[in-house]
């Protein structure tokens, strides 16, 4: 699933590229997508509306909208948004591009896509990107899609003084990169809480936007076992992993997020951060403190938790 430095990722690329032009429509072949209206409601009330700005809350993409309206798009587990340009499968035959026309049927992975990449490059060739199950059309001739093989990816529309009700987004924990977020702020958090350390910092409800993988790599850095208790962390362990939230999560931004799964930057290509990671799916390698230690998994509350069992107590 996305964590935040992926959805971050793709709100810095939405704003390079969508801020200041109009939506004239959308789509989608499976409606229930569109938690709070009916398609033909949804499209009514986006059309004509400028994108003024785009923002991140947890692993929420928050598109402020003209006219009071805000647009929320959760991509859930294996969404990821795409910039670009797709056209309707019967109208295929008419692009000249033989090569991506022959690509495109001789590759039954987009047999059930309706609408089907209008060029080459990594929305034609990454399969990963061949799920687009919505689609927001721009006045550029360009549009945003929702790659969602799993299909779990929500979108929320409501005037702007509502936002903050729907989904799950009025209960979120804190903002890690938050400035505001200081030691201390987070150290209370912690104040009568139990149970398993990488469970809580998974918790949407305790921090925003931490999930498995990146709850692996700043358990691994802090030298901190996933399954250590949060009740028996003292005051140093608390500022190792504080530090790390933040230390972790900027690197993966940095990296422009992973994409060992499902996630791609906007434009459909990877991003780096798979190629960075100490812990998370690194089952039977050494550490790469050359401490002796191999890296091993278990399970912590149904999730793979990866850690080194030599430096992290
Ligand atoms: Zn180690």
């Known amino acids: 699933m996305p964590e935040l430095p992926e959805v971050e990722t793709i709100v810095r690329q939405l704003n390079k590229k969508v801020k200041g032009f109009k939506l004239t429509d959308a789509w ?10 009916s398609l033909p ?36 587990i294996s969404g990821h948004l795409l910039y670009g340009k797709w056209i ?42 061949r ?23 929500k979108i929320y529309l409501a005037d702007n003084d509502k936002i903050g009700s729907v989904g799950d987004i009025g209960r979120l924990g804190p903002e890690p990169l938050d400035p505001k977020f200081t030691f201390k702020k987070f150290k209370e958090l912690f104040k009568n809480k139990k149970g398993k350390v990488k469970q809580v910092l998974m918790d949407p409800f305790f921090i925003a936007g931490i999930g498995n993988i990146y709850s692996d790599e700043i358990l691994w850095y802090s030298g901190i076992l996933p399954t250590h208790r949060v ?11 504080y530090k790390y939230i933040k230390f972790v ?30 812990a998370y799916q690194k089952t039977g390698q050494k550490c790469s403190k050359n401490d002796g230690g191999i890296i091993k998994r278990l399970k912590v509350g149904g999730r793979s938790a990866h850690y080194c069992p030599i430096h992290q107590k």
């Open 41 to 76: 409601q949804f499209r009514k009330e986006i059309k004509g509306r400028e994108i003024l700005h785009v923002k991140r809350r947890a692993k929420y993409i928050i598109i402020k909208l003209s006219g009071h309206k805000t647009m929320a798009i959760h991509q859930k």
């Open 131 to 153: 799920h687009i199950r919505f689609i927001l059309f721009l006045n550029n001739g360009k549009m945003i899609g929702l790659s969602d093989l799993r299909r779990f990816g």
């Open 28 to 37: 989608t072949d499976w409606p229930k997508t569109i938690k709070t209206h």
């Open 249 to 278: 999560l900027k690197k993966a931004i940095k990296a422009k997020g992973d994409s060992e799964q499902d996630y791609r930057k906007l434009d459909g290509t990877k991003g780096d951060f798979q190629n960075m990671t100490k």
């Open 231 to 241: 009740e028996s962390l003292d005051t140093q362990d608390l500022k190792k992993i």
């Open 88 to 129: 309707p499968r019967k109208e295929l035959i008419k692009l000249k591009d033989k090569e991506l026309i022959s690509k495109i049927k001789n590759n039954d992975k987009f047999d059930n896509q309706k609408w089907l990449p209008a060029e080459n490059g990594p929305l034609a060739d990454d399969p990963f990107n």
